[in-house]
């Protein structure tokens, strides 16, 4: 049996404790790209952790509702996280575009509203902006991510064109969300935070966990700390890495990348038994 960590804050032992103690209202949300799934060079060839999908399907009946929140949309993180179809997932939604998209397991179907205009019209533009840079350009149907991560100096390229960037995003209406070494134009009022927050009321949650790895991540963070000044139990998890430190800090735990976000879940569904 796997053992449960033991947080490094008050709130956070409190979290777990309320989770432990009445697990059938809870929620467990967690961020896809490096929570359930290791970063790779090529978002597209992302997968989940080999050992995530039984993980999860171990731990969902037991909880009130598991979100994986994620900025890609929602059938791509389904298609690459493996969700559909999967015995003891029925409680499993994915929040897709930071919620503006929504795939529930039990009908198997996505809903959403209409894209924004802007995300076209920098879609348009971004080529001449980037030539030669030796970034790559992810399509996200809402939003459009770019990638320096493949660049000579990744850091370099990131810094450079995070300024022009923004110009271009803000012309369009749109903002701009850096992450790790990918720079993400997307819709204003769209974050995890707002994602995590409508479904814990929908649900009325009474315990929430939740764990994530990158800067789009903190929006989640702030909502759990908000739901906690309200009554709510939460737990913050990090799915750690060197690369953003300001997780880690606000964190009530930290584990081993994914791996360390499949061996908590497995010790929670062995503790709720």
Request: aromatic content about 4%; some cysteine.
């Amino acid at each position: 049996m796997s053992s449960l960590p033991t947080p490094a804050t008050r709130a956070g032992q409190d979290g777990l404790d309320a989770l432990l103690a009445q697990p059938g209202t809870a929620l467990i949300g967690l961020d896809f790209d490096g929570t359930l799934a290791p970063i790779v060079a090529d978002p597209e060839l992302a997968r989940a952790h080999p050992d995530a999908l039984p993980a999860l399907a171990g731990l969902a009946p037991k909880v009130a509702a598991v979100a994986v929140i994620t900025g890609r949309p929602a059938e791509v993180a389904v298609r690459n996280g493996g969700f559909a179809d999967v015995p003891g997932l029925e409680h499993l939604v994915v929040l897709g575009h930071y919620g503006a998209e929504r795939w529930d397991a039990r009908t198997g179907k996505v809903t959403a509203p209409e894209p924004h205009p802007g995300v076209a019209a920098v879609r348009a533009e971004l080529p001449g902006l980037l030539d030669g840079s030796g970034t790559w350009v992810e399509e996200k149907g809402r939003a459009v991510a770019v990638h320096t991560r493949r660049a000579a100096d990744p850091q370099a390229a990131f810094d450079a064109l995070r300024e022009p960037l923004t110009d271009l995003a803000t012309r369009h209406g749109l903002i701009v969300e850096p992450g790790r070494m990918v720079l993400e134009l997307r819709p204003p009022g769209m974050d995890k935070g707002v994602a995590l927050s409508e479904f814990a009321r929908e649900i009325d949650a009474g315990s929430v966990l939740y764990a994530g790895d990158d800067l789009g991540d903190l929006p989640a963070y702030s909502a759990v700390d908000t739901l906690r000044t309200t009554g709510t139990p939460g737990l913050l998890v990090c799915s750690g890495s060197d690369e953003v430190t300001e997780l880690r800090e606000r964190a009530d735990v930290v584990v081993d990348g994914p791996e360390g976000v499949v061996e908590l879940l497995r010790a929670l569904a062995d503790r709720i038994g």
